[in-house]
């Protein structure tokens, strides 16, 4: 599955750049390399390596369990790959309002999965609004996690809350609902319909 073949190349590539930092500083997301040497390929790459070893475990356990979830799907509208398409492109649109915020702070870096991963996640609520999802070990439908998820991205992006790219949350989750709808419209009135007729089974 290609759910699976996203988490081994990431986690070797994080490994990788935990142990070799000219390789992370390569990678990793740093405007003044796109500006100025035309390292495009950062708007993806920075998608691969993480900070550190829970923050990669968490970005993989979420895509683990939502990621093949959906999987299917994308490949029945779009051929074996449509899933691996819908994630590398989300990677490259979730850090873009961030690239052109900090398009000329030299000091600006990010890195993680996190943009992906939360259209993935997204995705998911679109099609599940209902199942619980498990925060902290506390029981949540997955529609009123959406909703605190948001709400809490907006106030820290705001804010400057931690090292955190909340902006990159934020368009990711967008486009994994937008990448829906597109690609099958009647989903819209899915999700409504299931979200007036609450199930926890």
């Not at 990678?27 to 040497?37: N, T, V, Y």
């Not at 809490?152 to 486009?175: E, I, M």
């Amino acid at each position: 599955m290609l759910t699976f073949l996203i988490i081994g190349v990431t986690v070797l590539l994080s490994w990788q750049a935990f142990e070799k930092p000219r390789l992370l500083e390569r990678l990793i997301l740093w405007p003044p390399a796109i500006d100025r040497k035309r390292q495009y390929e950062r708007l993806l790459t920075h998608g691969f390596i993480h900070a550190d070893w829970p923050h990669l475990l968490f970005n993989m356990i979420t895509l683990f369990f939502f990621g093949r979830a959906i999987e299917p799907l994308f490949a029945q509208y779009l051929g074996p790959l449509g899933f691996l398409l819908f994630y590398l492109s989300a990677i490259v649109v979730a850090i873009l309002p961030t690239y052109l915020r900090h398009r000329h702070d030299p000091s600006y870096r990010s890195l993680g999965a996190s943009g992906g991963v939360s259209a993935v996640l997204f995705a998911f609520i679109l099609l599940q609004p209902w199942t619980l999802i498990f925060v902290f070990f506390l029981p949540l439908p997955a529609i009123l996690y959406a909703v605190m998820y948001v709400g809490y991205s907006f106030w820290a992006d705001r804010n400057g809350t931690g090292n955190v790219n909340h902006n990159a949350h934020l368009a990711g989750a967008a486009y994994g609902v937008l990448f829906m709808l597109l690609m099958e419209p009647r989903v819209g009135g899915v999700f409504l319909q299931r979200l007036m007729s609450p199930s926890f089974g």
